[in-house]
């Protein structure tokens, strides 16, 4: 959201741009709203915002909002896995053929997981985890580059290269004898300045992940010396209902099990968001807006847009950036 700060008003017409600003700045520091709009939160209040701004605590509300978000979305595919999870059960057992509810909830679940990033508000990654205050990252391995290769290698020195235009030259030394965990350690010290991080899964294999937003642009673009630009393999997402198949028992028993294992993932993550939006939260001052000034405020602002001047009008447009229909009807809906 953008930062509200103009000079003082010298005559009638900026006085009223003065209130349409300071309405609209009023309007836009509730917090929290709903999910599915930009939440903010009102970090202090300020008498005079169009003389001396009105701070915000951008990473805050960046928080708050992707801890909504992903509560929203996650609760709304545990409830089609439990649907599911209920339909494939009664399926299995013979209680009943719900074929093509299983298989209609199987495409409702799959829209679902392909409009993640834009409706989990980018905490949500594609297994299904939260990332408390960081983006949403995408796994990937290294083809050739693992822990049996280097560590039969002997003393090396690898020089790393990450991003379209080649980005800066990173290097990393694993010695004879290093362990998985230091190996893993070392890289992931080496990479962070380029936000690629490096660990091991459960099975003991190095796990490269970056940014979803920076993906795009890093995938075909990892090189490293003596081998050139490397190959790379997304770690594959974490459930895929557009792939199973209903037709027999096996399939229809490991469908099941994937959508409790999916299932299980989401409820941590539920978890994990809440504990991250009630610590926000916490961080949030709590200063009621006085109803009095809220008042005339409002009627300086119902004063200006009732003017058909050139200045009323820019007064009214300048105030309401930002000010989207979304958040007027989440800020209608703490009535």
Do not use: C
């Not at 599911?84 to 909830?105: N, V």
């Amino acid at each position: 959201m953008n930062n509200s700060s103009a000079t003082p008003a010298t005559s009638s017409v900026g006085n009223a741009a003065a209130a349409a600003s300071t309405a609209a700045a009023r309007a836009t520091a509730v917090k929290p709203l709903d999910a599915d709009s930009r939440t903010v939160t009102r970090v202090a209040p300020n008498t005079a915002p169009l003389q001396r701004g009105i701070k915000w605590d951008t990473r805050l509300q960046g928080d708050v909002a992707r801890a909504q978000q992903a509560i929203d979305y996650l609760e709304r595919v545990a409830s089609q896995l439990e649907a599911l999870k209920a339909d494939l059960s009664a399926k299995i057992t013979g209680r009943s053929d719900p074929a093509r509810q299983i298989e209609a909830r199987s495409q409702q679940l799959a829209s679902a997981l392909e409009s993640r990033r834009k409706q989990a508000g980018g905490g949500v990654d594609a297994q299904l985890g939260f990332r408390d205050g960081q983006p949403a990252m995408t796994r990937f391995r290294i083809r050739g580059f693992d822990l049996a290769a280097l560590q039969s290698a002997g003393q090396q020195t690898y020089a790393f290269s990450v991003g379209s235009s080649g980005g800066p030259q990173l290097t990393a030394t694993i010695e004879a004898g290093m362990t998985p965990e230091e190996i893993a350690a070392r890289l992931d010290r080496t990479l962070s300045p380029v936000n690629v991080r490096v660990a091991l899964d459960n099975q003991q294999q190095l796990v490269f992940s970056a940014p979803e937003a920076e993906w795009a642009g890093m995938k075909d673009a990892i090189a490293i010396s003596g081998r050139g630009r490397v190959d790379v393999a997304e770690d594959p997402a974490g459930l895929a209902p557009e792939q199973w198949n209903i037709g027999n028992p096996d399939a229809l028993r490991q469908s099941l099990r994937e959508v409790v294992q999916a299932l299980a993932r989401v409820r941590r993550a539920q978890e994990a968001a809440s504990a991250a939006l009630s610590a926000a939260m916490v961080r949030t001052p709590d200063a009621p807006l006085p109803e009095a000034e809220l008042a005339v405020v409002t009627g300086d602002f119902a004063s200006t847009a009732a003017g058909h001047d050139y200045q009323s009008l820019l007064a009214i447009t300048s105030a309401l950036v930002g000010v989207s229909r979304d958040r007027v009807q989440a800020l209608l809906g703490l009535r």
